[in-house]
């Protein structure tokens, strides 16, 4: 290993390089700016052109300059020492000097490959891969890897332990970063996998499958942006606490468009941030609820009217609750309801006007019968009240007060009794669940939308394109769905935690990809939903005729060695089988067990909490049961705010995708026995922490049962 001294050299010469670069970045950054000036200067020519000239100049030059501000923080953070004697510097964007000479090349480029696939065994012409250590625009340190020493000049330095080592050593913050400086050669595999089909990405905890998945979407956005950025790129994640987590890995790759959402976020303009206790989650996921969804958008909607009465001439003209079936039915046969809402006026028309008898009915003709009857205010609002446009979110909270009638024997007595509770005061105006979302969405395809009407449309009059409709005043204040159908899709769909969807779920998806490549994440190991078959079938429909690419991460690197053991004890239990990753680090720290008495439990989970945060620079969490954790955390809450930025009280399907220096596991009983992935959510909870573990419980049934 070199001296103190040489490695100060060393920083020194790289800092002068690293200067010349900011430089050229701020210049690039200033052409930006008055890029963006002259844009907004030519929107005063006047004329159209000059509008659309300066939205397009504006456009390019903003998207730019909001590369250049992500990629500033660690612009560059590799260098490759090549056999031949050149140099190559790698950073998160590319740039060029005044006379367009490569200063730096992005990461994703083919040139920047070689620093991440080669290796001692085939270091493919290069000599040492320095990984540059920086703050801000200051280079703090450098780590070495010498790949051939045979071709290495006598006076090559190579400083530090290597940059894989260095990295796993850092506390962590509340923020997921990019390792675009420390990518090993198994993972740049997965990144650079073809953009067509689906790229399936599996192995154990910490392998670093949601890192590898954001900056393959990196990547895609490199090499192919026209497709991939006028098409959309979107991310899926379990919950908002994980989207927060990631939100800035993207950003400082130097790209900035590409959609986020967690899976209660999927459908425009409705939000979900809570779970579903077990058996009504189960329930709502299940395919079994795709019947229960159809009948409710063909059936009569609660209050519907049953029969209408219309005087015309010397006729009583009457539709009965029967003749309005039929025509119900007619109407469904061929279109969906929201689609047939311009088709239900003429059929009522039509189906009328074949009972007029009278002599003066008949002369007037049929053209006189639909100018009296359609300018007729009962007859719209008889219209408006049997056949109106149904909205998904409106048609989700009648749910709730049918689903015994609609579900025919598909829930048993306890599920259905189940689903009540997950809906309590939904139809009062009560938010959605994580789970509900699907079925919303469900709904909007089911429904179909309202067809745009002209009022000059010469097929149908007037009266029955644009009879009005009630105003509601509360209307605008509803939670509604306010994206179109036909706006829905990606050309790039990415899941993380697949292994958790339901296949409801991967419906959902699968209409947002349906002409998408895919990147799909997961460990079944790891997996919150209990029915994994259907759920596969589900993935599997969602994915039909798209060609598979799988990548399997053999190497964790969050957990120490001791914690991971016991982790992987416990994952024997959860799953036959499971995807065991090789922990590659040893901190001499076991985990620790604490059993105390219920009554003693919150002050030990505070004492060990306390105890963390003394000991770690980072994070910590305390991770408990859905029963447990309001408890725990009115226990902590001074602690709380003392530290409300390394500090965090969590559910075990919460942590899922994250990671915490310190973890304190609350009750792991009761995470087990909360619902029939129990154990896998256990296995998720122990595999959060990168140094310390300790477990607090008033049983210890658990450890008995992995011993």
């Known amino acids: 290993m070199a001296s103190s001294s040489a490695e100060q050299h060393e920083i020194a010469a790289e800092q002068s390089y690293v200067d010349a670069v900011y430089e050229r970045l701020e210049e690039s950054a200033k052409v930006a700016q008055s890029l963006v000036a002259e844009g907004f200067a030519r929107g005063h020519v006047g004329n159209e052109g000059g509008l659309v000239e300066r939205d397009a100049m504006v456009y390019q030059a903003s998207r730019r300059l909001s590369a250049l501000n992500a990629a500033h923080d660690g612009l560059v953070f590799g260098r490759l020492n090549l056999t031949g004697g050149d140099s190559r510097y790698i950073g998160r964007i590319g740039v060029r000097d005044a006379d367009r000479e490569i200063l730096l090349v992005d990461w994703r480029a083919p040139a920047a490959a070689v620093f991440y696939q080669a290796t001692a065994q085939d270091p493919a012409g290069v000599v040492r891969r320095r990984v540059l250590r920086c703050s801000g625009d200051r280079v703090i340190g450098v780590e070495d890897d010498l790949l051939d020493a045979e071709n290495a000049p006598d006076d090559l330095e190579v400083i530090g332990e290597g940059a894989l080592l260095a990295s796993l050593s850092r506390a962590r913050d509340s923020s997921m970063h990019s390792v675009v400086a420390t990518i090993q050669k198994e993972q740049d595999e997965a990144i650079r996998a073809p953009s067509r089909g689906a790229t399936i990405i599996g192995g154990g905890p910490g392998t670093g499958k949601t890192v590898v998945a954001l900056h393959r979407a990196a990547y895609l956005l ?16 379990p919950s908002t606490v994980f989207m927060k987590y990631i939100e800035r890995v993207l950003p400082s ?48 909607q609660r209050g519907e009217p049953t029969e209408f009465r219309y005087f015309y001439k010397d006729d009583v003209l009457r539709l009965d609750a029967r003749q309005l079936a039929g025509i119900r039915r007619h109407l469904l046969s061929g279109l969906k309801r929201n689609r047939a809402y311009t088709r239900a006026p003429a059929a009522l028309v039509d189906a009328l006007w074949r009972q007029v008898a009278g002599e003066r009915a008949l002369d007037k003709g049929e053209s006189g019968f639909i100018d009296t009857i359609t300018s007729d205010d009962a007859f719209a609002g008889f219209v408006e009240a049997w056949w109106p446009p149904v909205d998904a979110v409106e048609l989700w909270r009648t749910l709730p007060q049918r689903i015994g009638e609609l579900a025919d024997g598909a829930f048993t007595p306890d599920e259905l009794a189940a689903l009540d509770a997950s809906w309590a005061g939904a139809g009062e105006g009560g938010e959605p669940s994580i789970e509900d979302i699907p079925l919303i969405d469900e709904l909007r395809y089911l429904l179909g939308e309202v067809p745009h009407t002209d009022d000059d449309d010469d097929d149908v009059p007037r009266q029955l394109m644009s009879f009005e409709r009630r105003e509601r005043d509360d209307r605008d204040d509803r939670m509604r769905a306010t994206r179109s159908i036909e706006d829905d899709s990606f050309a790039h769909v990415l899941v993380d935690e697949s292994q958790d969807l339901s296949p409801l779920q991967w419906r959902m998806l699968a209409r947002r990809g349906r002409h998408a490549s895919w990147t799909i994440v997961g460990d079944a190991a790891q997996a919150s939903w209990p029915y994994p078959e259907e759920s596969e079938r589900a993935r599997t429909e969602a994915l039909e005729g798209k060609p598979e690419h799988a990548f399997r991460l053999s190497t964790n690197y969050r957990n120490s060695a001791e ?3 016991l982790a992987a004890q416990v994952a024997t239990v959860a799953v036959p089988d499971p995807d065991l990753a090789d922990a590659v680090r040893r901190t001499g720290e076991q985990p620790e067990h604490h059993v105390v008495e219920r009554s003693a439990l919150p002050a030990n989970v505070l004492t060990s909490a306390e105890a963390m945060l003394s000991d770690l620079e980072g994070t910590v969490a305390l991770v408990a049961s859905r029963a447990d954790v309001g408890a725990i955390g009115d226990a902590v809450a001074t602690l709380m705010e003392k530290y409300p930025d390394r500090l965090r009280v969590l559910e075990g399907l919460d942590t899922k995708g994250l990671e915490f220096d310190g973890v304190v596991v609350v009750e792991p009983d009761a995470i087990t026995e909360e619902s029939g992935s129990g154990w896998r959510t256990l296995y998720v909870v122990l595999t959060r922490a990168t140094q310390r573990l300790t477990t607090v419980g008033s049983t210890d049934r658990w450890r008995s049962t992995i011993a």
């Open 222 to 237: 490199y090499t192919d942006r026209r497709r991939f950025e006028s098409g959309g790129v979107l991310v899926i994640g």
């Open 253 to 300: 790759l130097g790209e900035t468009s590409v959609t986020l959402r967690s899976l209660g976020e999927v459908v425009d303009g409705v939000k979900a941030a809570r779970h579903d206790e077990s058996v009504a989650a189960a329930a709502k996921g299940s395919s079994r609820m795709m019947p229960v969804l159809r009948r409710l958008t063909t059936a009569p």
């Open 563 to 565: 914690i991971y053991e």
